[in-house]
């Protein structure tokens, strides 16, 4: 079986070439689901957290909505609207307009 050289844990950095990637712990996909950040250029690398006009799915193994819902809402809205982001498949959007639109994780749910 695989066994990484070292676990990546929230609050962690990843060096990439000249950018320094912030991680995030980003649970409910899968339990160990994370995020990458560049704060200079504000893209994160979401995977499956997120999507335009939806998020990840939960029905994996170990997979929780309620985890999911959180980590998008205290982990990745607070690095503000204007943050783009790369989802694992599917359109780049912003976490503005998901905060607008998205029927799952937006202000108006």
């Known amino acids: 079986p695989f066994e990484p050289?070292?676990?990546?844990?929230?609050?962690?950095?990843?060096?990439?070439g000249e950018h320094e990637l912030k991680v995030f712990h980003c649970p409910g996909h899968t339990p160990?689901?994370?995020?990458?950040y560049d704060e200079p250029t504000r893209l994160a690398f979401v995977g499956d957290v997120l999507f335009a006009?939806?998020?990840?799915?939960?029905?994996f193994p170990r997979g929780n909505h309620a985890d999911l819902?959180?980590?998008?809402?205290?982990?990745?809205?607070p690095l503000?609207?204007?943050v783009h982001f790369v989802p694992g498949h599917g359109p780049?959007?912003?976490f503005g307009r998901e905060r607008q639109s998205n029927p799952y994780v937006g202000d108006g749910v």
């Open 69 to 77: 819902i959180s980590a998008i809402k205290t982990k990745l809205w």
């Open 32 to 36: 160990g689901h994370i995020v990458f």
């Open 53 to 59: 006009g939806s998020i990840g799915r939960t029905d």
């Open 5 to 16: 050289d070292r676990w990546l844990l929230d609050g962690d950095t990843v060096q990439l």
């Open 92 to 94: 780049m959007s912003t």
């Open 80 to 82: 503000g609207n204007d």
